[in-house]
């Protein structure tokens, strides 16, 4: 049970890590609507392939039909608004600090619910561990000077992303009460192909672009973004939703080191220190790591 809980949960970091490589390639040779459509209609098609497998053509389409607007709805906010802006981002920034922007996912949730969630309390260690987390990311907001102001916009546009992705946890919570993970996983992925269409076609490359970007959009599609849902919904189910967030913090040092091993990125000091700061600030916010006059730290649940 150990070494299946540890496998899933290092396989899906290193697919969802990789991603941010994948993008940095990708657009090189396709805008970043483009890059985005192609992924998003490749994953799509890799889930119904995979619900149609597992369940048969007509029960998959029932329950495509059965889940409602608001599932194909959420693709916007999860997938083409946020996959499109990291794409944006990552033509001015590394794809290091582009997750580590990103890996503000949480500190966002936390933000939103206590916001909008009757019953949510905005508590002293709560509050000061979002503070601490938008610390973190005003840090790598601010970590290459030398980029300029398109690379200011380009980290902004990942915690943006963030912020969506954030959002979207929230919506994807209410909505998978009533419809299956990889029934979401393929609806959001539809809606968000739909919603992209028209710009990526817009987009679309005059020439022919290079293996390496076509491969890695591939890549993205079938590994980060259809594989990885595939796994992540196996880990939810396998080993409930404390266990399964444990992959918010791999994300980040995983996509820094492919950056560095394969795109010779740099590693920037004041990067990995907002990264710091974003992760204890998730560990502080999300209740993980509680503060206080007994300053006693919540472990995460044993993995049998």
Same mark, same amino acid.
């Given at each position: ?9 290092l ?7 990789a991603s ?8 090189r040779?396709?805008?970043?609507? &483009? @890059?985005?459509?192609? *992924?998003? =209609?490749?994953?799509a %098609?890799?889930?119904?392939a995979? #619900?149609?497998w597992?369940? $048969? ?26 996959f499109?802006l ?5 033509q ?20 939103f619910?206590l916001?909008l ?8 260690g ?21 980029g ?8 902004l546009?990942?915690?943006?992303a963030a ?5 979207? &946890? @929230?919506?994807g919570? *209410?909505? =998978?009460?009533?419809? %299956?993970?990889?029934v979401?996983? #393929?609806?959001?992925t539809? $809606?968000?192909?739909?919603v ?6 817009a ?8 293996w390496k970007p ?10 980060g ?15 409930g ?11 980040p ?21 907002g ?7 998730i560990a502080i ?12 730290t ?7």
């Amino acid at each position: 049970m150990r070494r299946s809980y540890v496998s899933l949960l290092l396989a899906i970091a290193m697919l969802w890590g990789a991603s941010y490589m994948f993008i940095k390639v990708g657009v090189r040779d396709f805008a970043p609507t &483009t @890059l985005m459509l192609i *992924r998003v =209609v490749l994953a799509a %098609s890799a889930l119904f392939a995979y #619900l149609a497998w597992q369940n $048969g053509v007509r029960a998959t389409v029932a329950s495509m039909r059965a889940a409602g607007r608001g599932a194909y709805a959420l693709g916007i906010v999860n997938a083409a608004l946020p996959f499109t802006l990291i794409a944006w981002g990552e033509q001015h920034i590394d794809s290091g600090i582009a997750a580590i922007a990103n890996s503000a996912v949480p500190i966002f949730v936390v933000f939103f619910a206590l916001l909008l969630v009757p019953g949510e309390r905005v508590s002293g260690g709560r509050l000061f561990g979002v503070l601490l987390g938008l610390a973190g990311v005003g840090l790598v907001v601010g970590v290459d000077p030398e980029g300029g102001w398109l690379a200011v916009l380009g980290a902004l546009a990942c915690v943006l992303a963030a912020a969506c992705y954030g959002a979207a &946890t @929230l919506w994807g919570q *209410r909505l =998978v009460a009533g419809v %299956s993970g990889p029934v979401l996983a #393929l609806t959001a992925t539809l $809606g968000a192909s739909v919603v992209l269409l028209p710009f990526g076609a817009a987009q679309a490359p005059g020439d022919l672009p290079g293996w390496k970007p076509v491969a890695s959009v591939v890549a993205l599609a079938l590994g980060g973004t259809a594989l990885a849902q595939i796994l992540f919904y196996r880990l939810l189910r396998g080993f409930g939703s404390a266990r399964a967030s444990l992959v918010v913090y791999l994300l980040p040092p995983v996509a820094v080191v492919y950056g560095v091993l394969f795109l010779g990125e740099p590693l920037r000091p004041p990067a990995l220190a907002g990264l710091a700061l974003i992760l204890a600030g998730i560990a502080i916010g999300s209740g993980a790591l509680r503060l206080g006059s007994a300053a006693r730290t919540r472990s995460a649940p044993a993995v049998d």
